[in-house]
C-alpha cells in the first residue's frame, strides 16, 4: 500500500515539473540546481516505504520435516488452540503450553505419515461422501448442518477447517484398517474362550472408564532406559496418589494415543481391553489408581475414572439385501445414483427382479450371488449410513439411492426379528471383541514402527 501511495506520489509530482511539452518549454525549461531542496513528504513516504520493504514478515514456517512431508506452525498452533478451547469448555486444566505443543505436534507427525501412505495407497474421500459423514455427525448432535457451521463459527472454527479435518479423519481411518486388519489374527479357541467367559459373567459385565498415561521407552531399550521409565512412573503415581490432576499430567507426560485426551479411553467392556489392562482392573473400585504395570511399550498406570453394570437388552436383527454400484474413473457418481434411480422403479413396476439385478450389476462379491441378500444380522454391523438406511425401511420396502463409504446402494428390508441372544450372535460379539482389542494394541505398534521407521526433524 505504501508503495502504491509513493509511485502515485512520483507520478503526480512529475506530472507536475517534470513533463517536457513542445519547443517553448524546452526554451523554458530551466535544469534544476544542485541544492535544490527535496519535498518533505515525498522524503518521508520514500524513507517509510524503504523501512517496511526492508522487514519481511513470516506468514508461516515449517515446523516439522516428516519425511516427504511437513507439519506447519499454523497447523500446531491450531490444533493447540483447539485443545485449549475443548479443556475450556470441559472446565479441564491444561499443563504448560509446551507441553501441549509437543503432544499436539506428535500427533500431527502421526498423521502426516499416515496421509503420506494413503497418498501412496491411492486412498481418497470424495465430496460427495465427505459431506454425508458431516451431516451423518450433524443428525446425531440433533442438530443440522446449518446448525453445525453456525455452532463451529462461535467457537472461531472455520467450516472449511472442520471440513478438511474430518476429511484427514476418514482417510486416516481407512489407513489405519488397510494396514492393521492384516496383523490381526484370531483362533476359533480364542472365541470359543471369550464366549465361555461372557456365559460364565451373564449379561450383566461390566464397563470400565478408564484414565491412561504411558511411560514410554525406546524400542530396544537398555536397562538404563527401562529403570528411567520406572522411576518417572513411580513419580507420576505419587503426584496422582498426592492428589493431582490426571488428564493434566497424562497431557503433560503420557506418550499413550489419548494423551491429548487426558488419557480418556472412553467406556469399555471389560473383554474390549487389552489383555493386560483386562487383568489388572478385574475388583477395583472407582477412583483407584493401578500400575505402573510394564509391557513392551512402557509402564501404564491406570485410573478407574467410573464403572457400570451393562443392562439386558433385547437384540433386534434385520435380513436385508441391497445392490451395490461402485463409481469408477469411467461411472460417475451421478450416473452410479441414476442406475440405482432406474432398478428401484423397475422392480417397482414389476419389470425387473431384485435378486437378478443384483446378480448382474452389484458390485458386492459376498451377497451378489446371492441375488444381493445379507442375511440376518445387528444393523450396528453396517457403516452408518447404511444402518440409517435400514432404520428408516419397513418390510418389504426399497430404499432411495443413497451413498455409504463403499458406494452407492439401494436396499430393501426383508424382515425384523426381536429375541435373545443367541450362540451366533455371541460368538459374532466375542468376535468383535477379540477384534477392537486386538486392532487397538497393533494400531499402538503400527504407528510406533511407522514413527521410528520414519525420517523427523523438527525446526527449531
Known amino acids: ?14 506530472a507536475k515539473v517534470g513533463k517536457l511539452g513542445g519547443d517553448q518549454d524546452r526554451e523554458n525549461y530551466q535544469p534544476m540546481k544542485s541544492n535544490m531542496k527535496l519535498n518533505p513528504v515525498l522524503c518521508f513516504l520514500l524513507f517509510f516505504s ?6 519481511p514478515q513470516e506468514l508461516d514456517r515449517v515446523a516439522v520435516i516428516v519425511d516427504q512431508g511437513v507439519v506447519l506452525e ?13 479443556a475450556i469448555a470441559s472446565g479441564q486444566d491444561l499443563p504448560s503450553d509446551q507441553a501441549v505443543r509437543t503432544q499436539a505436534t506428535e500427533r500431527l507427525i502421526l498423521t502426516s505419515l499416515q496421509m503420506q501412505m494413503a497418498e501412496r495407497m491411492g486412498i481418497q474421500v470424495s465430496d460427495p461422501q465427505l459431506e454425508q459423514t458431516i451431516a451423518s455427525i450433524a443428525e446425531s448432535e440433533g442438530a443440522t448442518v446449518e446448525q453445525l457451521r453456525a455452532s463451529l463459527a462461535a467457537e472461531g472454527v472455520s467450516y472449511d477447517s472442520y471440513r478438511e479435518e ?4 476418514l ?4 489407513v489405519r484398517r488397510a494396514n492393521v486388519r492384516r496383523r490381526v489374527y484370531i483362533t476359533p479357541q480364542e472365541v470359543e474362550s471369550l464366549v465361555r467367559l461372557m456365559q460364565q459373567q451373564g449379561l450383566q459385565q461390566a464397563e470400565y472408564r478408564l484414565g491412561h498415561i504411558l511411560i514410554g521407552f525406546p524400542p530396544e531399550p537398555t536397562e538404563e532406559d527401562i529403570d528411567s521409565a520406572r522411576d518417572r512412573a513411580n513419580k507420576v503415581l505419587e503426584l496422582l496418589n498426592n492428589g493431582s490432576d490426571f488428564a493434566k499430567i497424562a497431557i503433560a507426560s503420557s506418550s499413550g494415543a489419548k494423551a491429548l485426551e487426558g488419557g480418556d479411553m472412553g467406556w469399555m467392556n471389560i473383554n474390549a481391553m487389552p489383555t493386560l489392562f483386562a487383568e489388572a482392573v478385574q475388583d477395583k473400585k472407582k477412583g483407584e489408581l493401578i500400575g505402573p504395570i510394564r509391557s513392551g511399550a512402557g509402564f501404564h498406570i491406570l485410573k478407574v475414572s467410573d464403572l457400570k453394570g451393562m443392562e439386558q437388552v433385547e437384540v433386534e436383527e434385520v435380513n436385508s439385501r441391497h445392490i451395490l454400484i461402485k463409481p469408477t474413473v469411467i461411472l460417475s457418481e451421478e450416473r452410479a445414483q441414476q442406475m440405482l434411480e432406474e432398478f428401484r422403479e423397475q422392480i417397482l413396476a414389476g419389470e425387473a427382479d431384485f435378486a437378478e439385478l443384483a446378480k448382474e450389476h452389484s458390485a458386492d462379491p459376498g451377497s451378489a450371488l446371492k441375488g444381493g441378500e445379507l442375511g440376518w444380522s445387528d444393523p450396528s454391523a453396517y457403516v452408518p449410513a447404511f444402518k440409517e438406511a435400514l432404520e428408516k425401511l419397513e418390510k418389504d420396502q426399497i430404499s432411495q439411492p443413497f451413498r455409504s463409504s463403499h458406494g452407492w446402494h439401494i436396499v430393501q428390508l426383508l424382515d425384523r426379528r426381536v429375541g435373545d441372544v443367541t450362540d451366533k450372535v455371541q ?10 482389542r486386538k486392532f487397538a494394541e497393533e494400531t499402538d505398534n503400527w504407528l510406533r514402527e511407522m514413527r521410528d521407521s520414519a525420517y523427523i526433524e523438527v525446526l527449531e
Open 1 to 14: 500500500m505504501i508503495s502504491l501511495i509513493v509511485s502515485k506520489f512520483l507520478l503526480d509530482h512529475s
Open 50 to 55: 524503504a523501512a517496511v520493504s526492508s522487514q
Open 74 to 86: 499454523s497447523e500446531i498452533q491450531e490444533l493447540v488452540q483447539s485443545v485449549k478451547r475443548n
Open 166 to 169: 474430518v476429511r484427514r479423519e
Open 171 to 174: 482417510i486416516t481411518g481407512e
Open 427 to 436: 460368538q459374532e460379539k466375542a468376535s468383535r471383541l477379540l477384534f477392537n
